[in-house]
């Protein structure tokens, strides 16, 4: 049971601020499908287990392959993933777990390489809205599934 404080009651027009910006990156120039592969793993970095559960059947949902959601935390070592996805997940865990010198210019002239200048904007939007969802769930612990009914996901993943 969750007995944190309900940031969306408390707090409405910043949640609602936030809700929009997720509308915004629903439109990104990126396939939706390599948005879900970037919005699962920035969640297990950060542990939110909320994210990952919704991210996870969504991807699912959409057609993902069960292996390739099994091979994302070792994705490195896996040849399930193009180089573009690779390029996105590398982005991703760049901006989700930035050293003491943040992105470098390497780490950009390696996105750069797969994606548009439009397409690393968006990236970075999706990358950046997901790690500010992730730290909600985890300060608030917002439990797993409590969505899923409205996002029609109850049935993708049972248990």
Known sequence: MNNRADYYTLAPAAANAMLA???AVANASIEPSLCELVKIR???INGCLFCLDMHSK???KAGERELRLCHLPLWRESPLFSAREQAAL???ETLTRPGKHGA???DYQKLAAHFSEKEIVDLTFVIST???WNRLGVAFRNRPGAMD????LENVMPE
């Open 104 to 106: 470098t210019d390497e």
């Open 149 to 152: 009914k409205m996002l029609g």
């Open 90 to 92: 590398e982005w991703t």
């Open 130 to 132: 997901i790690n500010a």
């Open 58 to 60: 969504s991807a699912k």
């Open 21 to 23: 910006l997720e509308e």
């Open 42 to 44: 920035a969640s297990q």
